[in-house]
Protein backbone atom coordinates (compact mmCIF):
# COMPACT_ATOMS: atom_id res chain seq x y z
CA UNK A 1 0.00 0.00 0.00
CA UNK A 2 1.29 3.57 -1.10
CA UNK A 3 2.48 5.50 2.52
CA UNK A 4 1.91 9.40 1.46
CA UNK A 5 3.06 10.15 4.93
CA UNK A 6 6.37 8.89 4.26
CA UNK A 7 7.01 11.65 1.55
CA UNK A 8 9.79 13.86 3.69
CA UNK A 9 8.31 16.71 4.82
CA UNK A 10 11.43 19.37 4.65
CA UNK A 11 11.80 18.42 0.70
CA UNK A 12 8.21 19.23 0.01
CA UNK A 13 8.37 22.58 2.07
CA UNK A 14 11.28 23.60 0.60
CA UNK A 15 9.31 22.96 -3.14
CA UNK A 16 6.21 24.59 -1.82
CA UNK A 17 8.05 28.06 -0.93
CA UNK A 18 9.71 27.88 -4.11
CA UNK A 19 6.47 30.39 -5.60
CA UNK A 20 9.16 33.06 -3.79
CA UNK A 21 8.74 36.90 -3.19
CA UNK A 22 5.97 38.38 -5.48
CA UNK A 23 3.55 35.59 -5.25
CA UNK A 24 0.05 36.81 -5.36
CA UNK A 25 -0.96 34.39 -2.84
CA UNK A 26 -2.93 35.83 -0.08
CA UNK A 27 -4.00 38.91 -2.52
CA UNK A 28 -6.89 37.12 -4.54
CA UNK A 29 -10.04 39.58 -5.41
CA UNK A 30 -13.43 38.28 -6.21
CA UNK A 31 -12.54 38.26 -9.98
CA UNK A 32 -9.42 36.01 -9.64
CA UNK A 33 -9.82 33.13 -11.62
CA UNK A 34 -10.27 29.34 -10.09
CA UNK A 35 -7.46 27.15 -10.93
CA UNK A 36 -8.05 23.57 -11.70
CA UNK A 37 -6.25 20.79 -12.87
CA UNK A 38 -5.76 17.24 -14.09
CA UNK A 39 -3.42 14.41 -15.80
CA UNK A 40 -6.12 14.84 -19.50
CA UNK A 41 -9.75 15.67 -20.14
CA UNK A 42 -10.80 14.06 -16.89
CA UNK A 43 -11.02 17.68 -15.06
CA UNK A 44 -13.48 18.62 -17.78
CA UNK A 45 -16.18 16.57 -15.81
CA UNK A 46 -15.75 19.31 -12.66
CA UNK A 47 -14.74 22.54 -15.21
CA UNK A 48 -18.29 21.41 -16.44
CA UNK A 49 -19.85 21.14 -13.06
CA UNK A 50 -18.04 24.86 -11.88
CA UNK A 51 -19.63 26.33 -15.09
CA UNK A 52 -22.84 24.62 -14.16
CA UNK A 53 -23.04 25.57 -10.45
CA UNK A 54 -20.92 29.03 -11.17
CA UNK A 55 -21.06 30.50 -14.22
CA UNK A 56 -19.73 34.03 -13.39
CA UNK A 57 -16.16 32.15 -12.48
CA UNK A 58 -13.45 32.65 -14.68
CA UNK A 59 -11.20 29.14 -14.57
CA UNK A 60 -7.95 28.63 -15.80
CA UNK A 61 -7.68 24.31 -16.51
CA UNK A 62 -4.11 22.93 -16.48
CA UNK A 63 -4.14 19.44 -18.83
CA UNK A 64 -0.87 17.77 -18.12
CA UNK A 65 -1.08 15.72 -20.84
CA UNK A 66 2.71 15.27 -21.08
CA UNK A 67 2.27 13.07 -17.71
CA UNK A 68 -0.84 10.80 -18.73
CA UNK A 69 -1.70 8.88 -16.97
CA UNK A 70 -0.78 9.58 -13.38
CA UNK A 71 -2.40 6.47 -11.99
CA UNK A 72 0.06 4.33 -11.80
CA UNK A 73 2.54 7.00 -10.84
CA UNK A 74 4.56 6.75 -7.20
CA UNK A 75 2.74 8.77 -4.53
CA UNK A 76 6.29 10.55 -4.98
CA UNK A 77 5.54 11.44 -8.62
CA UNK A 78 1.68 12.60 -7.66
CA UNK A 79 3.40 14.82 -5.04
CA UNK A 80 6.40 16.20 -7.26
CA UNK A 81 3.61 17.09 -9.85
CA UNK A 82 1.44 18.89 -7.42
CA UNK A 83 3.71 21.09 -6.09
CA UNK A 84 4.77 22.06 -9.71
CA UNK A 85 0.97 22.55 -10.92
CA UNK A 86 -0.04 24.20 -7.77
CA UNK A 87 2.79 26.32 -7.84
CA UNK A 88 2.48 27.48 -11.34
CA UNK A 89 -1.47 28.31 -10.59
CA UNK A 90 -0.72 30.25 -7.69
CA UNK A 91 1.82 32.12 -10.03
CA UNK A 92 -1.80 32.89 -12.39
CA UNK A 93 -3.34 34.57 -9.24
CA UNK A 94 -6.16 31.86 -8.74
CA UNK A 95 -8.14 32.81 -5.74
CA UNK A 96 -8.51 28.77 -5.10
CA UNK A 97 -7.46 25.65 -6.58
CA UNK A 98 -9.66 22.33 -7.19
CA UNK A 99 -7.83 19.15 -7.65
CA UNK A 100 -9.71 17.81 -10.26
CA UNK A 101 -8.37 14.59 -10.54
CA UNK A 102 -8.91 11.89 -8.15
CA UNK A 103 -5.27 10.49 -7.92
CA UNK A 104 -3.99 13.80 -6.95
CA UNK A 105 -7.02 14.31 -4.20
CA UNK A 106 -5.79 10.68 -2.75
CA UNK A 107 -2.32 11.00 -2.72
CA UNK A 108 -0.97 14.46 -2.75
CA UNK A 109 -4.25 16.66 -1.25
CA UNK A 110 -2.61 15.38 2.33
CA UNK A 111 0.58 16.05 1.82
CA UNK A 112 -0.04 20.05 0.22
CA UNK A 113 -3.36 20.99 1.63
CA UNK A 114 -1.30 22.84 5.11
CA UNK A 115 1.75 23.94 2.66
CA UNK A 116 -0.46 26.74 0.81
CA UNK A 117 -2.63 30.14 1.81
CA UNK A 118 -4.55 29.50 -1.18
CA UNK A 119 -7.71 27.11 -0.17
CA UNK A 120 -7.17 23.43 -2.20
CA UNK A 121 -10.40 21.20 -2.41
CA UNK A 122 -9.97 17.47 -3.08
CA UNK A 123 -12.21 15.28 -4.47
CA UNK A 124 -12.52 12.67 -1.74
CA UNK A 125 -14.27 14.62 1.32
CA UNK A 126 -16.89 15.53 -0.72
CA UNK A 127 -17.35 12.23 -2.89
CA UNK A 128 -17.36 10.43 0.67
CA UNK A 129 -20.08 12.24 2.07
CA UNK A 130 -22.31 12.51 -1.07
CA UNK A 131 -21.94 8.01 -1.21
CA UNK A 132 -22.63 7.88 2.18
CA UNK A 133 -25.51 10.35 1.99
CA UNK A 134 -27.02 8.35 -1.53
CA UNK A 135 -26.67 4.79 0.15
CA UNK A 136 -28.99 3.03 1.64
CA UNK A 137 -27.57 -0.17 2.67
CA UNK A 138 -24.29 0.90 3.62
CA UNK A 139 -22.52 -1.27 0.05
CA UNK A 140 -20.44 1.37 -1.07
CA UNK A 141 -18.21 0.72 -4.38
CA UNK A 142 -15.43 2.75 -5.44
CA UNK A 143 -13.94 2.68 -9.22
CA UNK A 144 -10.39 4.48 -9.16
CA UNK A 145 -7.01 4.42 -10.11
CA UNK A 146 -4.56 2.20 -9.04
CA UNK A 147 -3.14 4.98 -7.20
CA UNK A 148 -5.94 6.09 -5.33
CA UNK A 149 -7.37 2.72 -4.44
CA UNK A 150 -3.56 1.87 -2.83
CA UNK A 151 -3.88 5.17 -0.97
CA UNK A 152 -7.55 3.63 0.96
CA UNK A 153 -8.13 7.69 1.01
CA UNK A 154 -11.68 6.80 -0.20
CA UNK A 155 -12.22 3.40 2.01
CA UNK A 156 -11.12 5.31 4.80
CA UNK A 157 -12.70 8.47 4.57
CA UNK A 158 -16.06 6.79 4.33
CA UNK A 159 -15.85 4.25 7.34
CA UNK A 160 -14.61 7.48 9.14
CA UNK A 161 -17.86 9.17 8.14
CA UNK A 162 -20.09 5.87 8.57
CA UNK A 163 -18.48 2.98 10.59
CA UNK A 164 -20.92 0.38 9.35
CA UNK A 165 -20.33 1.36 5.64
CA UNK A 166 -18.56 -1.50 3.65
CA UNK A 167 -16.85 -0.19 0.88
CA UNK A 168 -15.62 -2.30 -2.46
CA UNK A 169 -12.56 -0.47 -3.74
CA UNK A 170 -11.76 -1.85 -7.57
CA UNK A 171 -8.73 -0.31 -9.63
CA UNK A 172 -9.50 0.29 -12.83
CA UNK A 173 -6.29 1.19 -14.88
CA UNK A 174 -7.48 0.63 -18.29
CA UNK A 175 -10.44 3.54 -18.26
CA UNK A 176 -8.06 6.67 -18.45
CA UNK A 177 -6.13 5.26 -21.21
CA UNK A 178 -10.35 3.78 -23.29
CA UNK A 179 -11.13 7.53 -22.47
CA UNK A 180 -8.04 9.67 -23.67
CA UNK A 181 -8.35 7.55 -26.55
CA UNK A 182 -11.90 8.91 -27.29
CA UNK A 183 -13.03 5.07 -27.05
CA UNK A 184 -16.38 6.30 -24.87
CA UNK A 185 -18.78 4.55 -26.21
CA UNK A 186 -16.74 1.36 -27.69
CA UNK A 187 -17.33 -2.47 -27.51
CA UNK A 188 -13.93 -2.84 -26.30
CA UNK A 189 -14.63 0.26 -22.87
CA UNK A 190 -18.06 -1.72 -22.82
CA UNK A 191 -16.53 -5.12 -21.94
CA UNK A 192 -13.96 -3.59 -19.61
CA UNK A 193 -16.55 -1.94 -17.67
CA UNK A 194 -18.11 -5.33 -17.47
CA UNK A 195 -15.45 -7.33 -15.66
CA UNK A 196 -14.29 -4.37 -13.51
CA UNK A 197 -18.05 -3.85 -12.07
CA UNK A 198 -18.79 -7.58 -11.42
CA UNK A 199 -17.16 -7.31 -8.11
CA UNK A 200 -19.26 -4.19 -7.40
CA UNK A 201 -22.57 -5.52 -8.38
CA UNK A 202 -22.01 -9.39 -6.70
CA UNK A 203 -21.44 -7.43 -3.67
CA UNK A 204 -25.06 -5.92 -3.40
CA UNK A 205 -23.49 -2.20 -3.53
CA UNK A 206 -26.31 0.66 -4.23
CA UNK A 207 -24.23 3.28 -4.27
CA UNK A 208 -20.89 3.62 -6.57
CA UNK A 209 -18.35 6.37 -6.51
CA UNK A 210 -16.87 7.34 -9.76
CA UNK A 211 -13.31 7.63 -8.24
CA UNK A 212 -11.55 9.25 -11.55
CA UNK A 213 -12.68 11.97 -13.27
CA UNK A 214 -12.49 10.62 -16.61
CA UNK A 215 -15.00 8.36 -15.46
CA UNK A 216 -18.35 10.76 -15.46
CA UNK A 217 -17.13 10.58 -19.62
CA UNK A 218 -17.95 6.74 -19.76
CA UNK A 219 -21.09 7.58 -16.94
CA UNK A 220 -24.04 6.10 -19.56
CA UNK A 221 -21.83 2.78 -19.99
CA UNK A 222 -21.31 2.34 -16.42
CA UNK A 223 -25.09 3.04 -15.73
CA UNK A 224 -25.92 0.59 -17.96
CA UNK A 225 -23.60 -1.95 -17.10
CA UNK A 226 -24.95 -1.21 -13.25
CA UNK A 227 -28.65 -0.64 -13.89
CA UNK A 228 -31.07 1.17 -12.14
CA UNK A 229 -30.32 -0.51 -8.47
CA UNK A 230 -26.56 1.24 -8.19
CA UNK A 231 -26.57 5.11 -7.86
CA UNK A 232 -23.70 6.73 -9.26
CA UNK A 233 -21.79 9.00 -7.44
CA UNK A 234 -19.93 12.19 -9.28
CA UNK A 235 -17.52 13.51 -6.59
CA UNK A 236 -17.19 17.10 -8.75
CA UNK A 237 -20.91 17.98 -8.05
CA UNK A 238 -20.47 17.94 -3.98
CA UNK A 239 -17.17 19.32 -4.62
CA UNK A 240 -17.93 22.72 -6.74
CA UNK A 241 -21.37 22.71 -3.84
CA UNK A 242 -18.62 22.90 -1.30
CA UNK A 243 -16.74 25.20 -3.15
CA UNK A 244 -19.02 27.82 -3.66
CA UNK A 245 -19.60 27.86 0.18
CA UNK A 246 -15.94 28.61 0.61
CA UNK A 247 -15.84 31.46 -1.76
CA UNK A 248 -19.00 32.84 -0.15
CA UNK A 249 -17.26 32.43 3.08
CA UNK A 250 -14.32 34.01 1.80
CA UNK A 251 -16.68 36.88 0.01
CA UNK A 252 -14.25 35.61 -3.15
CA UNK A 253 -17.49 35.05 -5.61
CA UNK A 254 -17.32 36.99 -8.76
CA UNK A 255 -20.41 39.00 -9.98
CA UNK A 256 -21.60 38.75 -13.11
CA UNK A 257 -20.50 42.40 -14.57
CA UNK A 258 -18.28 40.61 -17.02
CA UNK A 259 -18.45 36.92 -19.03
CA UNK A 260 -16.55 34.27 -17.48
CA UNK A 261 -12.89 33.91 -18.94
CA UNK A 262 -11.60 30.58 -19.86
CA UNK A 263 -8.07 29.30 -20.16
CA UNK A 264 -7.13 25.91 -21.38
CA UNK A 265 -3.13 24.84 -20.64
CA UNK A 266 -1.86 22.05 -21.56
CA UNK A 267 1.58 20.39 -21.76
CA UNK A 268 1.54 17.79 -24.36
CA UNK A 269 -0.40 18.36 -28.16
CA UNK A 270 -2.72 21.42 -28.08
CA UNK A 271 -5.10 19.92 -30.97
CA UNK A 272 -5.26 16.58 -28.82
CA UNK A 273 -6.12 17.78 -26.13
CA UNK A 274 -9.07 20.50 -28.40
CA UNK A 275 -10.44 17.79 -30.25
CA UNK A 276 -10.75 15.12 -27.92
CA UNK A 277 -12.27 17.68 -25.11
CA UNK A 278 -14.34 19.03 -27.59
CA UNK A 279 -16.42 16.01 -28.43
CA UNK A 280 -16.66 14.95 -24.78
CA UNK A 281 -17.99 18.34 -24.18
CA UNK A 282 -20.14 18.01 -27.23
CA UNK A 283 -19.32 22.24 -27.52
CA UNK A 284 -15.91 23.77 -28.49
CA UNK A 285 -12.61 23.38 -26.60
CA UNK A 286 -10.55 26.32 -28.62
CA UNK A 287 -7.66 28.99 -27.52
CA UNK A 288 -5.62 26.17 -25.69
CA UNK A 289 -1.96 27.01 -24.92
CA UNK A 290 0.80 24.47 -24.58
CA UNK A 291 2.79 25.50 -21.20
CA UNK A 292 6.04 24.12 -19.91
CA UNK A 293 4.73 23.46 -16.03
N1 LIG B 1 -8.46 11.95 -13.87
C1 LIG B 1 -7.47 11.64 -12.90
C2 LIG B 1 -8.05 11.00 -11.68
O1 LIG B 1 -9.11 11.44 -11.32
C3 LIG B 1 -6.17 11.10 -13.43
C4 LIG B 1 -6.21 9.75 -13.99
C5 LIG B 1 -4.89 9.33 -14.59
O2 LIG B 1 -4.22 10.14 -15.22
O3 LIG B 1 -4.53 8.15 -14.39
O4 LIG B 1 -7.51 10.15 -11.04
Redesign the pocket.
Known amino acids: MADVHNIDRVTTQRIATKIGPGSKEGKQSPSSPIGIF ?3 V ?1 GLTVFRELQRQLPNEDIIYIADTAR ?4 GRSPQEIIKINHQIINYLIKQGVKLIIMA ?3 SSAIAYPVVKDEYKTGIISLIGPGSRAAIQASRNGYVGVI ?2 VG ?1 IESEAYQKRIVELHSDAEVTAVATPLL ?1 PLVEGGFIDADETRRVLKEYLAPIIEKGCDTLILG ?3 YPHLAKLIKAVVGPGITLVDPAIRAVEETKKLLTKRSLLKDNSKPAKYTFLVTGSVVQFQDLGSKLMGKPIIGAKQVRL
Open positions: DSGGVPYGCGTATTVCTH
